[in-house]
């Protein structure tokens, strides 16, 4: 299946761990630098195409979004900053009215992204700021370069978030710290970042992209049926009361005991050997 094409998004699959097993990480690139890969009408459309061909394309088995890098500053130019995503693109708000907002922000890519049920990793070296903090928190983990910064400051435009993040983030970083966030519209570093659960991991710069494709990967070798599984039942904690909760994990962990991968993986530990997934 071939991946759908972009100038505004760059998309990979790279095999899992360098191996031909046909097993494979898509990496999505959002590319528009000189805008601080800013998300215009095509990123959105791009990424939802992405996410529809990622979803179907079997061979995937994880998924890492990431923005474009700076490019070479022209003569007599400052360089660009690296971001993640700088956010929505501003430049489409100027003329829009209630009822193109609505349209705009109604089933967008965002959520597109949160409906993935394959593992999500959000790789940020740089600004994630307003629809990009939303991009990021909408994947399953974040990791982030030392240099990165987050933060909500749509009040600094006259607006609130648009793309999830008073749920998302507040499911995420807790209801005060988010109030803290949106209200203030400042800019946190990934170190505080993280200590807030923000992100998962920050690492150097240079290092962003072997510890994420790391980790990419290790999720990648894994079955892509039970990691869709652990998924839904993770996100089940969202949406349900702990009791509630805790007997849609019974009935998910009890319905894997008829899985080819629950066999596979009990008798390859019990036999000493590498497990060789189904993905059902
Ligand atoms: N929408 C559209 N364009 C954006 C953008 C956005 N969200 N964020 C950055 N850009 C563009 C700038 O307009 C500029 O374009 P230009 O070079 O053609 O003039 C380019 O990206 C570089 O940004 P610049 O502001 O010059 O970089 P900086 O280093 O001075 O500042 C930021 C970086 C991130 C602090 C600043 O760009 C910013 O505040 N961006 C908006 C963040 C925001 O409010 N996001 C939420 C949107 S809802």
Redesign the pocket.
């Known amino acids: 299946m071939d991946a759908p094409i972009s100038d505004v998004l760059s998309i990979e699959k790279i095999a899992v761990n360098d191996e031909e097993t046909g097993r494979y990480i898509a990496l999505a690139t959002i590319n528009r630098p ?3 890969n ?1 998300l215009n009408s095509e990123v959105m459309e791009a990424l939802k195409n992405f996410c529809a061909w990622a979803e179907a394309d079997t061979q995937i088995r994880c998924i890492v979004l990431t923005g474009a890098k700076p490019l070479a500053p022209l003569e007599g130019k400052r360089p ?2 690296n ?1 993640f995503v ?6 489409e708000f100027v003329d829009m009215d209630s009822k193109a907002a609505k349209i705009k922000f109604t089933d967008n890519a965002v959520e597109a992204i949160w409906n993935l049920t394959k593992p999500t990793i959000a790789m940020i070296d740089g ?1 994630a ?3 990009g903090s939303e991009v990021a928190c909408s994947c399953d983990i974040r990791i982030a370069s030392k240099r990165s910064k987050f933060g909500t ?2 009040i ?2 006259g ?1 609130i978030p648009g793309y999830g993040a008073t749920q998302r983030l507040s499911r995420l970083i807790g209801y005060g710290k988010t109030l803290e966030l949106v209200l203030t519209g400042e800019m946190i570093d990934a170190e505080q970042a993280e200590k807030i659960g923000l992100v998962n991991q920050v690492c150097a710069n240079e290092e962003l992209y072997d510890i994420t494709m790391n980790m990419a990967n290790i999720i990648a070798s894994k079955s892509v049926f039970i990691a869709k599984a652990a998924k839904r039942t993770i996100r089940a904690s969202l949406n349900h009361s702990l009791d509630e909760g805790i007997a849609i994990e019974a009935e998910e962990f009890a319905k894997l005991f008829d899985s080819k991968d629950k066999v596979e993986g009990v008798n390859a530990f019990m036999a000493r050997s590498k497990p060789n997934w189904h993905d059902n």
Request: no cysteine; proline share 9%.
């Open positions: 000189n805008k601080l800013a660009k900053p971001a700088a956010g929505a693109d501003i430049s600004f700021l307003g629809g400051p749509e600094n435009l607006l």
